[in-house]
């Protein structure tokens, strides 16, 4: 089975600030892996699919990059509308998809 | 833009069947662009990937829920299923149904998440 790790588990930032989160997989995936946003009680939105295209609607101010095994996505300049959960997932095995166990994004 | 409505109970007694029914509006269910799936979040949790049904029939689930979980499509209702049989108070949760599409391998759609509590 393929591990998904998020680092950090959580972060403090200010509005305006760059925020990067790193997602690492325990094997190579290549591209295939999705950013998700999630606020509380609220379902996921993907952000970012194929490790950096943006999802139509997804901000600019969102971008990811990497392959293999490392990941990052990044938030050039934190907004008020931002603070929430993120998630990776891989889906490079068709069988088995996996996510990564979250990075909570709050007020510093 | 696929539309997931989700339905059924929130609470389910331990050792019976949990079942939750996603009508997909907004296109087809028989589409070959999209493949369908259950997610699942214990209260403040991570996200649980339960599994996929694919266009061409096949299902795949986590191998932790393999021998319980069944996803099943019924095209004429625009619907699909999740059972989860036998269940225990470690499969409360927010369960969510998705639309993934094939060109993306993500999940671009998703229902409104449903609370189910197993409790007697």
């Known amino acids: 089975d393929i591990q998904m790790t998020q680092s950090p588990s959580s972060l403090s930032a200010s509005l305006g600030d760059r925020v990067t989160i790193i997602c690492r997989a325990s094997?190579?995936?290549?591209?295939?892996l999705n950013w998700y946003q999630q606020k509380p009680g609220k379902a996921p939105k993907v952000l970012i699919y194929a490790a950096s295209t943006l999802q139509s609607g997804t901000p600019s101010r969102f971008s990811g990059s990497g392959s293999g095994t490392e990941f990052t996505l990044t938030i050039s300049s934190l907004q008020p509308e931002d603070f929430a959960t993120y998630f990776c997932?891989?889906?490079?095995?068709?069988?088995?998809?996996?996510f990564g166990p979250g990075t909570k994004v709050d007020i510093k | 833009q696929l539309q997931l409505q989700q339905s059924g109970p929130g609470l389910v007694k331990p050792s019976e069947t949990l079942s939750l029914n996603c009508s997909v509006s907004?296109?087809?269910?028989?589409?070959?662009?999209?493949?369908w799936g259950w997610i699942r979040q214990p209260p403040g949790k991570e996200l649980e990937w339960i599994g996929n049904f694919y266009y061409s029939g096949d299902a795949y689930y986590n191998p932790s829920l393999k021998s319980r979980v069944t996803i099943s499509v019924d095209m004429s209702k625009s619907q699909f299923s999740l059972r989860l049989d036998s269940v225990t108070a470690a499969d409360t949760a927010l369960y969510f149904c998705?639309?993934?599409?094939?060109?993306?391998?993500?999940?671009?759609?998703w229902g409104q998440g449903a609370l189910v509590t197993v409790s007697s």
């Open positions: 997932q891989q889906s490079f095995t068709t069988a088995l998809f996996t």
């Open positions: 907004g296109g087809s269910i028989s589409s070959s662009n999209h493949f």
């Open positions: 094997q190579n995936i290549d591209k295939f």
């Open positions: 998705a639309g993934g599409g094939y060109a993306s391998g993500s999940y671009e759609s």
